[in-house]
């Protein structure tokens, strides 16, 4: 079975500082796909980035970027020029794939508090 | 499109009762996804279904447990009886029928039973 672990429960970073949030998963797949979700005080599951695992390039969207490196299992997100709304729980997350099952398998989440 | 919406967003019951939990996926969506959200367990599957059928219900803790999708537009989460352990945030979650598999999450149902 599919494990995803965030090995830093919480983190605090100054606003406009940049942070960065670890998270490493195990399996024998070889395609799968990775994805970070925020989850803010409001409780609302939103999608931040995305990576598809063959891809080798690593994704990012505006102050979000990952660092992707298949073969150690590791998947951190980068968030840079920290912004006050970017506090809130950060979820990693593993999709295995193939015919009709989409399993997302989460970690336990780290809380991101960005200070004024 | 008004996301995916869940009703109700808080409900509190007494052990014992029935509680029913509802989700409207986004349209065109066709997987469906029910998850249980506690500070002990963190984010936990319970059931998915793909085009109305369920495909894995594995995560569904007991038979206190039901869920159903009649149509494309509408699922239901059952817990009868209810107990406190049963209170968490309960999300719904649909995505398109495709590898790539981006769950839209609904805004959850906070479920607190007495």
């Known amino acids: 079975a599919q494990t995803v672990t965030q090995s830093q429960p919480e983190m605090s970073v100054q606003e406009a500082e940049t942070v960065t949030l670890s998270c490493t998963y195990d399996t024998s797949e070889n395609n799968y796909y990775l994805f970070w979700y925020k989850q803010p005080p409001s409780r609302q599951m939103i999608l931040v980035i995305r990576q598809e695992a063959y891809k080798q390039q690593n994704a990012t969207e505006n102050r979000f970027s990952v660092n992707f490196q298949k073969a150690a299992k590791s998947f951190s997100l980068k968030i840079s020029d920290s912004q006050l709304g970017d506090t809130a729980m950060y979820f990693c997350a593993f999709l295995e794939g193939g015919g009709s099952n989409y399993k997302l398998t989460f970690g336990k989440g780290t809380l991101l508090t960005v200070n004024p | 499109d008004a996301g995916v919406i869940q009703s109700p967003r808080h409900e509190v019951t007494e052990m014992g009762q029935e509680v029913t939990l509802r989700c409207k996926p986004i349209?065109?969506?066709?997987?469906l996804f029910w998850y249980r959200q506690t500070m002990m367990r963190g984010l936990e599957l319970l059931i998915y279904?793909?085009?109305?059928?369920?495909?894995?219900d594995s995560g569904m803790p007991e038979d206190r447990f039901s869920a159903k999708m009649p149509n494309a537009s509408f699922s239901t989460l059952k817990i009868q009886p209810s107990e406190p352990r049963d209170s968490a945030v309960y999300f719904c979650?649909?995505?398109?029928?495709?590898?790539?598999?981006?769950?839209?999450f609904g805004p959850g149902t906070r479920l607190t039973v007495l």
């Open positions: 279904f793909n085009n109305n059928v369920p495909i894995d």
């Open positions: 349209s065109g969506h066709n997987s």
């Open positions: 979650a649909s995505s398109l029928r495709e590898r790539s598999g981006n769950q839209f």
